[in-house]
């Protein structure tokens, strides 16, 4: 794949003249780190629709100790953490049986990239704007993933001026433990859904009132007046922001367990800009000549010890 022939790099040792800055003094740490774990501590789940979902909790970070005048690029990926897809049965997670093939990966670019060092530390990153699929043939630059497999994302931090020169640029990795969730079409975990309902700051409706209370208010202005069901709405959904409609439609799922297989089809771009895509990576760009170009490990941050979910 593109990921693997452009990582292919990363496992080399850096040169000599690389290595103070490789492991230098950047560090990155995971915003909203209690919250993550609570979700973690359950098990994680997020959802994955056609036209894409956003996440939550979202992926933010805070970074610092880069070259304040030097350019970066932010970058998320998504790795399967095993081979195995999952399934929901008597209140806890189990295998399934073997994975799906693995989807062509994606790579999604912050849209504020490239920018100053000092533009990305000033205040935490967020990627707030990326979507989740499991749309094969999307083409808004959304993360493609297969429904009941288990990722976690991978936050890369590019010193580079364009896409175009990130070949030659010099990589690192970083990834928390407390950011593997299980993609799903629908929360198979009641505790995962009522987490989301309560942290969750577009989810105010259905704190107040109950979770059927928009389905129910829906249902008595489609009977009362089907003419005019599309315009009356409850008084909290009235002018609601994407997020809150994104946040509704996700709530209003049952909780049962994913059935309907994904299929593999389509090659799709490596690198994708927020939405319209239009930074793509050129395919057919030459490797490095020297892998010492681009030298990058996966540092996996670690955090305190918990009881992790099973």
Request: hydrophobic share 35%; proline share 9%; net charge positive.
């Amino acid at each position: 794949s593109l990921l693997a022939d452009v990582k292919a790099p990363c496992d080399a040792l850096p040169s000599p003249s690389l290595e103070p800055y490789a492991q230098s003094s950047i560090v990155v740490t995971l915003e909203d780190m209690g919250l993550w774990m609570k979700f973690h501590q359950i098990g994680t789940e997020m959802i994955i629709t056609k036209s894409g979902r956003r996440m939550f909790p979202q992926c933010k970070i805070k970074v610092s100790g880069l070259i304040p005048y030097a350019k970066y690029l932010m970058l998320v990926d998504f790795v399967p953490m095993d081979n195995f897809r999952y399934k929901w049965n008597k209140d806890q997670w189990e295998v399934a049986g073997k994975a799906e093939p693995q989807l062509p990966c994606r790579t999604y670019v912050h849209p504020d990239s490239p920018a100053p060092g000092s533009h990305w530390m000033k205040e935490p990153v967020s990627f707030q704007k990326l979507k989740l699929t499991n749309n094969t043939l999307d083409q808004h630059g959304h993360i493609i993933l297969h429904s009941m497999h288990r990722y976690k994302p991978r936050f890369h931090i590019v010193q580079a001026d364009d896409l175009f020169s990130v070949r030659w640029s010099i990589f690192q990795v970083f990834s928390f433990p407390e950011t593997v969730f299980t993609s799903v079409t629908a929360y198979q975990n009641e505790k995962i859904t009522k987490l989301k309902i309560d942290n969750n700051p577009f989810a105010k409706g259905f704190r107040e009132h109950g979770k059927n209370t928009r389905r129910e208010g829906r249902a008595k202005c489609q009977k009362s007046s089907p003419a005019k069901s599309q315009k009356r709405k409850l008084p909290e959904e009235k002018e609601p922001s994407a997020e809150e409609r994104d946040f509704g439609k996700e709530e209003d799922m049952d909780v049962k367990e994913e059935s309907n297989p994904v299929v593999v089809s389509g090659v799709f771009p490596f690198w994708v800009a927020e939405q319209s895509g239009s930074q793509g990576f050129p395919a057919a760009s030459p490797a490095p000549a020297d892998p010492r170009d681009a030298p990058a490990r996966e540092q996996q941050v670690p955090t305190p010890s918990y009881q992790a979910y099973r």
